[in-house]
């Protein structure tokens, strides 16, 4: 009886440690395995499956050229439809049955919600999700890092850079009505008041309904010099194009990061030429330091167009193959999160330098200054830093 | 409030009401004379504008003649509809026809979503210039006074046509009694054919006046399926000029709604707007109680 | 004879149906116990649903918004109030029988078609409501506290209480069923007239109806909210109310077991299909339209239909012969 115990269990040892030659998840001698939730399909799939392809085309050249310390980087893209149901669903299924290393990627306020409830707590890292999400980082958890600034920070850096350039006496600002719009609200009240700017409306639309026809009447009344769009790209679009057939346009127009995605310039550069300014992440895809990523992006899949998601799925990519490399063979969730954390000053060359710590999980520190001219995208000034 | 404002308010509300209507004349035609509520008239408006877009535009054919293609190819689409999916089993009784428009619905949104759900939102010609006029010191734009105008010729032509044609006078004896009617030598199933043909033309013109207003996407004509059955309810069911004013109303509550109260309470508002109806008059404002005997 | 232990066979295979449920965590993984937890917990709504539909033949389109209320008063509770998870669910229950009381009240008044789209206005203003105000969390939802609980038993402590519950739930719908009241319900289904001079009292027994559905989805978005750890409004849109009704019809009105085979499909379809984008919904909408065409019945129907047709075929081959003569003689 004692002896088949004791075979058993010498057996059951020998197997879990030849099994677990890497006993770390979702890594093997010649693999790393990570996953991700993302919208394909539904209303925001065009662009947020922009950000899992240029990740990709990434991937794909560094895989080709060997990958790091040996090993390949697979990266698994479940369906979450934009519902956070369904992302919490997809990440059970990649933590509990595909154990990836890591998560990575991702796109959409709603989504990262439903994913940060299923990972925090765990050691499983969670990289950089294309999402404005305060709580994300606020307050700072172990095991997730973000590159994307959060909605209230960009609008605290750009209203008063706005406000330096074209003095103006009066603004109105109009925010989606997504998580985090008190934030951005009261960033963009604080500044605007210090600057001695007077703001006649602060509207908040609601998400399902596109029609901006009664906003641009209540803007048009007041005729504010400078006027805030915080809305997703297509929204921000329709609300020039309201704009348009009303007739009117302010001085300046600006919000944040959503308004350096093409949707809105191919909708709106016919009437916001000259007069938009926008916080980006990313360098736009027709800057010269942009054209490796154009350059694997089309080597990925030729009928691909490069644009702002794109960009910032390279720029995630590029990060996390630097930290990667930096762990060295030796690679566990842990050490990719402590190496994560020292990162300080990595220039990527299309961003501002990134930088984590301790308590700083989100990792840019400057944005750069878009602007419209001729209908394409247009670094107008030098990288504006944060303030905390 | 200021004037402009509520001019505003109102002119959008008309606007919208406008389509609500349209749409709503749809489903009562269907449903007056096929007792069938037909979920799937948004959706039939939706693939309309895609198919203009897609394949119709792209032929060279000036915009008015690729809309009026576009409008025929889906009242052929509705003929489909019903000889394929409505015709076949009918002792399944009026719900379950019912329940056959919600899959297709379901059916037409997964199919166009996997198809072009990509690329979206699309921008789609406008038959309207984008441009303001001024109209007694209030700017109104051209697509609206457009849409508008276009929606009552339809509406005009409609009612004229069920008024004043044999085929319109054979389609209101249908809607009485498919029985009588057939003793009488009626051709019920042909009525019903061309019934669904005239439900989806006027679908996909729905469809064709809302697209350009801003941007074509596979749920475009999600939010206005509900507020189409919410004016035919408030208008009685069965009844054309009941649909058309409950549209108005709806559209023009929902618009002063948004502007008084948040945007974010504009549909409790409705919802609260509908039940109030329901309450004072059940059977709708033009509608009249039918009591069966037993 | 064969009556009885046909009776039997039936009753014991249930009772290992449910001892394989329960003894699943040994075999499956966390990721399929999960699964199993996401269907047994909209099966749970589909049931409630099934009673206004499939026994009193009242169309509610709405059937979202009383999960969504079961839901969202478990997490308003249980992080605005610190409650613990029993007490949350029970209030969560009272609130949505009121809510489907309400609901129920205009159904005298109106027409199957008029109360079906007022249901679903119901559901669709519930769905802005939460999402206009901060103490509902506002469009991002509401994130329960870490429940202790969900890490007894080696973390199948929900898996368990899903399953526990979920077998009340059934069996409560069997008993209603056959009750007097499920009766009562059957014959206003099949004829208002009919049933009133019966001495059916209408009003009572569609607000029942309500209620009952109304307490079975609270149920289930109160699990929902508990196993998730996470409350999304966009979980609640009129898109649930639809699909819930979708896996009642595909599997099978009427019925008990048709909703939990309908939810199923629902539930695991685009599971199965993920690595095909946009196919899921397809397979969904096929199979919508497609049974409610071909097998309106659903499921359980089509299955008891080639039943009969197995069973006559049977009957046939032995009885050929006789047959033939019975229809000659017929004729004259």
């Known amino acids: 009886m004692i002896f088949n115990k004791m075979v058993y269990s010498a057996l059951a040892a020998t197997f879990i440690v030849a099994s677990n030659a890497y006993a770390e998840d979702g890594v093997t001698a010649t693999e790393i395995l990570l996953g991700g939730s993302n919208a394909a399909t539904g209303p925001v799939a065009s662009v947020c499956y922009a950000v899992t392809h240029g990740q990709l085309a990434y991937f794909k050249r560094i895989n080709e050229a060997g990958g790091i310390h040996g090993r390949k980087i697979r990266y698994e893209v479940l369906d979450d439809a934009y519902s956070a149901q369904r992302a919490i669903g997809n990440v059970r299924r990649l933590l509990q049955q595909d154990k990836v290393f890591a998560l990575f990627g991702g796109c959409g306020t709603v989504t990262a919600a439903g994913i940060l409830s299923a990972v925090e707590g765990t050691s499983v890292p969670y990289l950089f999700p294309y999402a404005g999400l305060d709580k994300l980082i606020d307050p700072p958890k172990q095991n997730i890092f973000a590159l994307m600034p959060l909605y209230s920070q960009q609008t605290a850096a750009i209203v008063p850079f706005v406000v330096d350039k074209i003095h103006p006496k009066t603004a109105a600002m109009f925010s989606t009505n997504i998580a985090g719009h008190e934030g951005w609200r009261q960033a963009a009240r604080d500044r605007l008041q210090a600057a001695g700017v007077k703001l006649v409306i602060d509207g908040v639309m609601e998400v399902t309904s596109p029609e901006r026809a009664a906003f641009v009447v209540q803007a048009k009344e007041k005729d504010p010099d400078l006027l805030l769009i915080m809305d997703t790209a297509p929204n921000a679009a329709r609300f020039l194009i309201e704009m348009q057939r009303q007739n009117w346009k302010p001085r300046m127009i600006a919000g944040y990061s959503t308004l350096t995605d093409e949707t809105f310039l191919r909708a709106a550069a016919e009437n916001a030429e000259g007069i938009v300014l926008a916080p980006g992440i990313v360098l736009p895809p027709t800057a010269p330091q942009s054209k490796q990523c154009v350059d694997d992006l089309s080597a990925y899949k030729k009928e691909l167009t490069a644009s702002h998601f794109t960009m910032y799925g390279c720029l995630t990519a590029h ?29 990527t060359g299309i961003s501002g330098k990134v930088s984590f710590g301790p308590g700083q999980r989100m990792g840019m520190q400057e944005m750069y200054p878009f602007g419209i001219e001729k209908g394409q995208f247009k670094i107008v000034a030098a990288p504006i830093g944060f303030k905390k | 409030m200021s004037s402009i404002q509520l001019a505003s308010a109102l002119i959008s509300g008309v606007v919208n009401g406008a389509l609500y209507s349209l749409l709503g004349l749809a489903i009562v035609l269907i449903f007056r004379t096929t007792a069938v509520a037909n979920f799937a008239q948004g959706d039939i408006g939706m693939l309309g504008a895609f198919v203009l877009i897609m394949f119709i535009v792209p032929l060279g054919l000036p915009l008015w003649g690729a809309w009026i293609v576009t409008v025929c190819l889906s009242g052929i689409f509705g003929g489909l509809i019903y000889l394929c999916l409505l015709k076949p089993r009918p002792i399944a009784g009026h719900l379950n026809l019912t329940i056959r428009t919600l899959g297709l619905s379901t059916l037409a949104y997964a199919v166009a979503l996997y198809v072009w759900g990509e690329g979206e939102p699309y921008r789609v010609p406008s038959l ?5 006029t001024e109209l007694m010191g209030f700017s109104i734009s051209y697509d ?3 849409t508008v105008a276009v929606a009552l010729v339809l509406s005009i032509i409609l009612l004229a046509f069920f008024r004043f044609t044999q085929i319109g006078l054979a389609m209101r004896a249908v809607a009485i009694n498919p029985d009588i009617a057939r003793l009488q030598g009626v051709n019920v199933n ?49 009844s054309f000029p009941g649909v058309l004013l409950g549209g108005v109303i709806l559209g023009i509550t929902e618009s002063l709604a948004a502007m008084w109260l948040s945007v974010q309470l504009r549909e409790a508002f409705v919802f609260l707007v509908l039940l109030l109806v329901l309450l004072l008059r059940p059977a709708g404002i033009f509608g009249h109680i039918i009591r069966t005997r037993v | 004879m ?4 046909a009776r039997f066979l039936l009753f014991g295979s249930w009772v290992l149906v449910a001892f394989a449920f329960a003894l699943a965590p040994l075999v499956l993984g966390k990721y399929a116990q999960y699964l199993i937890s996401m ?3 909209f099966a749970i709504a589909a049931i409630g649903l099934n009673i206004p539909i499939g026994l009193a033949n009242i169309y509610s389109f709405g059937h979202g918004a009383f999960m969504l209320v079961g839901a969202y008063v478990v997490a308003i509770t249980m992080t605005h109030w610190s409650w613990s998870a029993f ?8 609130v949505a029988a009121v809510a489907g009381g309400v609901v129920g009240l205009p159904s005298l008044r109106l027409t199957g078609f008029a109360l079906a789209i007022v249901t679903f206005a119901f559901g669709h203003t519930l769905f802005h409501l939460v999402k206009a105000f901060e103490y509902t969390g506002g469009p991002q939802g509401m994130f329960m506290p870490t429940l202790d609980s969900s890490k007894w038993l080696g973390g199948t402590y929900y898996y368990y209480i899903v399953l526990v519950i979920f077998i009340l739930a059934f069996l409560a719908a069997y008993s209603v069923s056959s009750s007097k009241t499920g009766r009562a319900m059957r014959t206003l289904g099949a004829s208002e007239v009919v049933a009133q001079s019966l001495g059916i009292h209408l009003l009572r027994y569609k607000i029942i109806a309500f209620v009952l559905s109304a307490v079975y989805g609270a149920i289930s978005g109160g699990l929902l909210a508990l196993v998730t750890g996470y409350v999304a409004p966009d979980t609640f849109s009129s898109e649930l109310s639809i699909s819930v009704f979708a896996a009642v019809m595909i599997g099978g ?3 008990i077991v048709g909703p939990v085979l309908g939810s199923f499909f629902v539930v695991l379809i685009p599971e199965l299909t993920q690595s095909v984008r946009g196919l899921s919904l397809i397979i969904y909408g096929v199979l919508f339209t497609l049974v409610s065409t071909l097998y309106p019945t659903g499921i359980v129907g089509a299955f008891h239909a080639l039943n009969e047709y197995l069973t006559k075929a049977r009957r046939n081959k032995g009885f050929s012969l006789s047959e033939k003569d019975d229809s000659s003689k017929a004729k004259i």
Do not use: C
Not at chain 1, 326 to 342: H, M, N, S, Y
């Open chain 2, 128 to 132: 309207f210039p984008r441009l303001t």
């Open chain 1, 319 to 347: 990060v996390l193959v630097e930290a990667l490399r930096r762990v060295g063979p030796d690679l566990t969730q842990a050490k990719l999160i402590a190496t994560l954390e020292a990162m300080k000053g990595f220039d």
């Open chain 2, 190 to 238: 042909r009525i019903v054919l061309v019934v669904w043909i005239v439900a989806a033309g006027i679908g996909a013109a729905v469809g064709l006046l809302i697209a350009p207003i801003s941007f074509l996407e596979t749920a475009l004509m999600r939010p206005y399926l509900l507020k189409a059955f919410t004016a035919a309810i408030m208008g009685g069911l069965y």
């Open chain 3, 253 to 255: 009105m009427g019925t």
């Open chain 3, 39 to 41: 269907w047994l917990i």
């Open chain 3, 87 to 94: 007490p949350a669910v029970m209030i969560s229950l009272v």
């Open chain 2, 144 to 146: 609206q006074i457009g």
């Open chain 3, 2 to 5: 064969r009556i009885p232990s």
